[in-house]
């Protein structure tokens, strides 16, 4: 991956610091006030959906009056403050009739609750290829934990252990997106391939860029989260505790580098109707076999299972009344 932009080090602990740090993040020493000059970023024009509060970049030429993600309806805006851009692009691989196709599987799958006709009735509304923001971080962190195990017990169940250890974690992505879900986030990030890195938005004409709304200190809360459930996982499975059983495993961290780098992803978000009600899928824009989305339950299927259970309650309690 690519690196982020960096200035000098801190001069209390030096961890690297970046470009828009007003603190340090691993020991929180303000950072020297930066010399005044021109923005390197402009400020943009967004298009901010009403709905799910996405924004995309906008251009005159596009004249997207609605949300790529949602269809509703958008305003255009000035921000106040210069839009962060993407340090590093993945660009897209499945082509758009390939994620048209990947609709059509998902459609025609079959499950229980789901109309029967749906594949045949439904018809694709729109399909957007998007690129949605996420900061990646890399983090080295120093891990002190505690835990009892079996091992040392002698006549009691259990002995108290403790330990420390270092650990350096890499890829610890953070959505920025409104458009996405944070559960739709989770289930496309596995899927991308940082390998192919460009340096510039490869894709297909008319593609959109969610701008990155999430700051930076809200994300290194999330990272420090993700790290402490992270180095918990490796102290359990790593071997660090003595003993065949432990317990009561507990781990406080303490950041020793952090460093970050912005994202842009790429996804489909396709609309599809039926019965005159719109649902949405999203295609992974790496990975055409990553398809998951809305789809329409069928009442009447839904009705049967409820009379279905009534039957069977009434049923049993005929026969418990008998005994």
Request: charged share 25%; hydrophobic share 40%.
């Amino acid at each position: 991956m690519s690196a982020a932009v960096s200035v000098s080090p801190c001069e209390r602990c030096a961890c690297e610091l970046e470009v828009d740090d007003l603190r340090c993040p691993v020991c929180g020493l303000a950072t020297p006030e930066p010399p005044r000059q021109e923005a390197a970023v402009e400020r943009a024009r967004v298009v901010r959906c009403d709905s799910c509060g996405a924004s995309v970049e906008y251009s005159v030429e596009a004249r997207a009056p609605r949300c790529d993600y949602c269809g509703a309806v958008t305003h255009v805006e000035m921000t106040v403050d210069p839009v962060e851009q993407a340090q590093g692009w993945l660009p897209f691989s499945v082509e758009p009739s390939v994620a048209s196709e990947a609709l059509s599987r998902f459609l025609g799958r079959k499950a229980f609750f789901r109309p029967s006709g749906l594949a045949e009735e439904a018809s694709l509304e729109s399909m957007r290829p998007m690129w949605w923001p996420a900061w990646v971080f890399k983090a080295g962190v120093e891990v002190s934990w505690t835990a009892d195990s079996d091992a040392g017990s002698r006549r009691s169940d259990w002995a108290p252990h403790a330990g420390q250890t270092h650990l350096d974690f890499s890829n610890i992505l953070v959505a920025a997106s409104r458009g996405l879900k944070m559960d739709e986030c989770d289930k496309l990030t596995p899927h991308y391939r940082f390998d192919e890195a460009v340096g510039e938005a490869r894709g297909p004409e008319g593609a959109s860029v969610e701008r990155f709304e999430a700051t930076r200190s809200g994300a290194r809360r999330r990272v420090f989260q993700a790290v402490e459930r992270l180095a918990s996982e490796h102290v359990q499975s790593s071997g660090d505790i003595p003993g065949r059983r432990y317990r009561n495993v507990r781990v406080a961290v303490a950041l020793s580098s952090l460093r970050t780098t912005r994202w842009a992803l790429p996804v489909y978000v396709l609309a599809y109707r039926y019965r005159d009600k719109p649902y949405r899928v999203l295609v992974h824009g790496q990975d055409a076999e990553v398809v998951f989305g809305e789809s329409p339950i069928s009442a009447w299927r839904v009705l049967g299972v409820v009379l279905a259970v009534l039957a069977a309650l009434v049923l049993t309690m005929l026969i418990a009344g008998r005994m």
